[in-house]
């Protein structure tokens, strides 16, 4: 049984900060690839950040590439994303998702978590 869980949304000014938190259970958090995704209502799911087993390497989506963080902490097995400078564009379902063979912002992820709310006000 795998579960992937989300935390560390809310509700934010634009400008402001948050970090989200992604715990991996039934895996071996070193041997998966993360990513953090998200989707706002009326559009699809956008790929944010993605990272590799040992956070050696990581990608972003243009429109957070500057702003936002993705690390891996294998010791706690935790996934972040720390969001900074947020915009009200930013706000979006987030979800963490997770992954033994692959990464990437357009990859299909096996493992996903249900999902933390950021809402960006202006």
């Known amino acids: 049984q795998v579960q992937v869980v989300e935390s560390g949304g809310g509700l934010v000014q634009a400008g402001g900060s948050l970090r989200l938190s992604c715990t991996v259970s039934g895996l071996t958090f070193d041997d998966v690839a993360m990513g953090w995704f998200r989707q706002a209502p009326g559009k699809e799911r956008e790929g944010v950040s993605c990272?590799?087993?040992?956070?050696?390497?990581?990608y972003y989506s243009d429109s957070v590439k500057g702003r936002f963080t993705i690390s891996r902490d294998n010791a706690k097995n935790t996934l972040y994303l720390q969001m900074n400078s947020l915009k009200p564009e930013d706000t979006a379902m987030y979800y963490c998702?997770?992954?033994?063979?692959?990464?990437?912002?357009?990859?299909?992820?096996?493992?996903w978590g249900q999902g933390t709310q950021v809402t960006v006000s202006s």
């Open positions: 990272i590799n087993w040992t956070g050696s390497i990581t």
């Open positions: 998702a997770a992954d033994r063979m692959g990464y990437g912002l357009r990859f299909d992820y096996k493992y």
